[in-house]
């Protein structure tokens, strides 16, 4: 069995006798036995501790398409993983039933960082992915999960929001070779009201993302019907990634469906991405899309030079168009495209397989 309540060492005690947390904005200060808002991180013996090291809601091999990366070795399978809680409290979470869980006790799996490599590797994943809740929270695991996957030549990749303390930042991207960022929104009003978050952390991880480090990174917003969808916000979002992130990082436009507590906004209109879409595009981004929709424009990858089709793809499934080299030039005018590419794509499709990684563990013994 693997102990799952291990030290932490972004911490710091006050003068009042509390813990404060610093791993996040959030700085939760709290009393012994007292949790954080994540719920995950907790104050016992006068210090803060990871409570679900080596634990997770469960494995399953995707897309990596689905992150989503389209940017990122495209066609790919990626191992991913989760486990509860989280540091923000956005009222559409579409993970809810993980990311707000407080049920410890029913996370599936446990497994030690070497049997995921081992694992994906077994499995023929290009990759292994932290997401479904954000890893920022349980970083300590998936900093030696991610230690593990290197050493048997896996990549890494995290799915997060991005708020997180610059200290702590340095170490946990130190072992990330992709991310997605989930950029929700371009007001401090929505993140504070709808999210319990701040965005200025969120652009300041960004920030050192492109300048700082060698992690491909992609962005994501979910565009949610009257709340971060205006042609003034997505002008100014837009403009800002070209500004201080450059025009190579794609941006992911996706549909919102009403879930967990904000049930009474309408499914984002199809017209709504096309729009976000061809804002980015006219202010500068170079890769556009739409996503949580059948769109094989808003999905497919161009040439931002001759305007050729490089890579088709709709929803998680790549079509017969691929007109890359092998490191990644469009084959009409030898234009690089951005991002991390070898040989031809992979052909793992939209498939999602459930993995039990008790038979990992039990074959190594």
């Not at 803060?48 to 494995?59: D, E």
């Not at 799996?109 to 077994?122: C, L, N, S, V």
């Not at 929505?190 to 992690?215: H, M, S, W």
Request: with cysteine; net charge negative.
């Amino acid at each position: 069995m693997i102990n799952s309540t291990v030290p932490t060492k972004y911490w710091h005690k006050l003068e009042d006798g509390r813990i404060q947390c610093d791993l996040c904005p959030r700085f939760c200060k709290l009393h012994e036995g007292q949790r954080g808002f994540c719920f995950v991180r907790a104050c016992e013996n006068d210090q803060v501790v990871l409570t679900t090291y080596g634990r997770s809601s469960g494995y399953c091999i995707d897309p990596i398409e689905k992150k989503p990366l389209n940017h990122f070795y495209p066609g790919t399978p990626v191992l991913s993983f989760g486990t509860a809680g989280c540091n923000l409290g956005c009222k559409f979470c579409q993970n809810w039933d993980i990311s707000k869980s407080r049920e410890i006790d029913t996370l599936a799996d446990q497994a030690p960082p070497e049997t995921i490599a081992k694992a994906a590797r077994q499995l023929g994943c290009q990759s292994v992915a932290f997401t479904y809740n954000d890893p920022v929270i349980f970083m300590e695991y998936a900093i030696d999960v991610a230690h593990a996957c290197h050493e048997v030549g896996v990549k890494t990749v995290a799915v997060t929001a991005g708020e997180i303390c610059p200290e702590p930042r340095l170490e946990f991207f130190d072992v990330i070779d992709a991310a997605n960022v989930d950029l929700k929104a371009f007001t401090e009003r929505f993140y504070r009201e709808i999210c319990a978050g701040d965005l200025q952390p969120v652009l300041d991880t960004l920030v050192y993302l492109k300048q700082e480090t060698n992690v491909w990174f992609e962005l994501t917003t979910l565009l949610i019907p009257g709340e971060n969808d205006s042609d003034e916000e997505l002008q100014e979002m837009t403009q800002w990634v070209v500004e201080n992130l450059g025009p190579d990082v794609p941006m992911h436009f996706t549909a919102f469906h009403p879930d967990f507590r904000m049930l009474d906004k309408p499914n984002t209109p199809p017209e709504t991405l096309t729009r976000a879409r061809n804002i980015a595009m006219q202010n500068g981004i170079r890769y556009a899309y739409t996503g949580n929709v059948h769109d094989a424009d808003g999905g497919s990858t161009y040439c931002h030079e001759c305007g050729q089709r490089l890579i088709g793809r709709d929803w998680y499934v790549l079509s017969d168009y691929w007109n890359l080299t092998d490191d990644g030039h469009c084959v009409f005018c030898g234009t690089p495209c951005a991002g991390r590419f070898h040989g031809l794509p992979g052909r793992w499709g939209a498939r999602r397989q459930p993995v039990r990684l008790k038979d990992f563990v039990e074959s190594s013994n």
